[in-house]
Every structure is written in structure tokens, then in C-alpha cells.
């Protein structure tokens, strides 16, 4: 059975960082395309970051570019949210899912990934 356990969410300051962690299980994990998304109260689920099977390519939303970087580690079948300069609109549950299909395409459309975490929660205050 595949599996996603997100970890390190918190309440931090503006301007402060969090580090999110995925891990994954049940799965040939350095196959899969792996995406963080988030869903802010109120509002629809989006999509945050995106990093290929290998690790090699990477996007981003433009409203945390340069701010955010994902990066996994495939050894140890864990994908990564690194979280600087954080906003207020940042605060959401944060996602971590598996692309549907393992190889090298991807898009960023959640309804094209199969498998997603319980979420942990960010809270940024002001």
C-alpha cells in the first residue's frame, strides 16, 4: 500500500522558514514525480512545487518562487519543502502526492496525482 506521511509543519513569523518533509513508502519511490500542493481556508487546493523522478527538474508557482525549493532524497524516499521568507498568505494544510504514473512526464494538475498525504499545517503570523 502506498503511503505519504508529511511532517514539520508549525506556526512561524513573517519572514520566518519551515522545513516540510514526505515520506514515502510502498512505491519505487525514484520513479515517480513528486508535488507539494496547499489549500488555504477557504479557498481551492493549489499547486506549490513540483520535482522529477530524478531531481533534476523542478517548478514552481509563481507566488513562491524564489522562496520555496523542493528537493528529495531518493535514497532515503523522502521529498522536501524548504520554506524561506514566509508570508501570511502562505498558511494552509501543505500536501505532499505522488504523479499517477511513474516515468519522466509530469504536470502540475492535481487531479493527475494518485496518491497524497494527510497534510500538515502552516500557519504564518504577522
Known amino acids: 500500500q502506498v503511503q505519504l506521511v508529511e511532517s514539520g509543519g508549525g506556526s512561524v513569523q513573517a519572514g520566518g522558514s519551515l522545513r516540510l518533509s514526505c515520506a514515502a513508502s510502498?512505491?519505487?519511490?525514484?520513479?515517480?514525480?513528486m508535488g507539494w500542493f496547499r489549500r488555504a481556508p477557504g479557498k481551492e487546493r493549489e499547486f506549490v512545487a513540483v520535482?522529477?523522478?530524478?531531481?533534476?527538474?523542478?517548478t514552481y508557482a509563481d507566488s513562491v518562487k524564489a522562496r520555496f525549493t523542493i528537493s528529495r532524497d531518493n535514497v532515503q524516499n523522502t521529498v522536501y519543502l524548504q520554506m524561506s521568507s514566509l508570508k501570511p498568505d502562505d498558511t494552509a494544510v501543505y500536501y505532499c502526492a505522488a504523479y499517477r504514473r511513474g516515468g519522466y512526464y509530469y504536470t502540475t494538475r492535481a487531479d493527475e496525482y494518485a496518491t497524497w498525504g494527510q497534510g500538515t499545517q502552516v500557519t504564518v503570523s504577522s
Open positions: 510502498g512505491l519505487t519511490f525514484n520513479n515517480y514525480a
Open positions: 520535482i522529477s523522478r530524478s531531481g533534476g527538474s523542478t
